[in-house]
């Protein structure tokens, strides 16, 4: 009998995430992944050697320094923070506590899908029209355990206005989780709406801004009474010693990030003017990326466009991401916010593209 008889059944159907591609071999310019293109604040690294003799001990079950700081930081307690694997962790967490009926959007991060099957559970899809404007009204009167929401949004860059938010986790009878992955690149955050709103969870994640995707940490802050529900369902040792290490002392140098933010927006909204001027459409983005939809010198749009671009740089060794399997985000790319010298690679290769095209 296969061995696949004995598994449960559901997960016979199952689709694994796909992530983007991690190039193999040198010379890569990797704007596909919105990493951060700077290197991580110097302190990680002291304290991740430091922690080292400390490696045949078991880390904090709970990341217990991390939390307190990341609570003192948002001016809540630590029992208002939950630390993971990642953001990734954290959502999956929310999805085995809350997951039974799931709702999420579209487009936005493609994980919340593969997490809710994982689990069995049921998901609602909202598309979202080509403005993007959160329809508080039509998400609010849905039935639903926990609707996510990506803001800024993923891939478009777009971020929600925060009253709409508020008026939704007023309005919505479920959990509302604001996953905030790049909300360090936006001018505002949810963080105040939690004073008011009990059933609101902000994820975040140190994979972004603070230059850390290798050593998988990300947090969410809530309720107590969420938290508390998250954490019975949660690997006891959920983030290795290393990893709490090096995100804590990341968390402490808040000069350094606050410098790399102010050069990756700096470095995007030139990279968006410049999109415009070539006449594509370019949502406008509170995040590290761009979405933007190229046209050729005579103004032909369209999927085929975008893969052609695509493949362009992708030979020139420039990796963007290409999201083909949707109308809607066919004829967009996805372009990370590299350091100026690399996107005035791609700017170049672009050029040439155009003139060809
Ligand atoms: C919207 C969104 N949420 C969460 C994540 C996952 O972040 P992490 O690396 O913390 O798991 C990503 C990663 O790309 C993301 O785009």
Redesign the pocket.
Known sequence: MPLSDYAAPHVLDLHAYVPGTQPSGEGWIKLN??ELPYPCSPAVAQAIMAEMTRLPLYPSPTSAPLRAAIAEHHGLQPEQVIV?N????I?NLLVRVFGGQTIDTFP??S?YPVLVSIQNGQLQSVPFGEDMKLSVDKLAELKGSILFL?TPN?PTGVAFPRDDIGHLCERFDGIVVA?E??ADFADRDCRPLMDKHDNLVI?R????SYGL?GL???YALAHAEVIDLLDRVRDSYNVNRLSQAGALAAFRDQDYLRDVVRKVRRTRDSFRQRCQAHGWFTYPSQSNFIFTRPETRDSRRGPEVAQALFAYLRERKILVRYFPNHPFTAPFLRISIGTEAQMTTLNDAIDQWLQHA
């Open positions: 992944t919105n993971g990642g953001s990734d962790d959502l936005s991060y994980l990506t993923a996953d992955a790049y994820t994640t140190f994979s972004k995707a998988r940490v990300g």
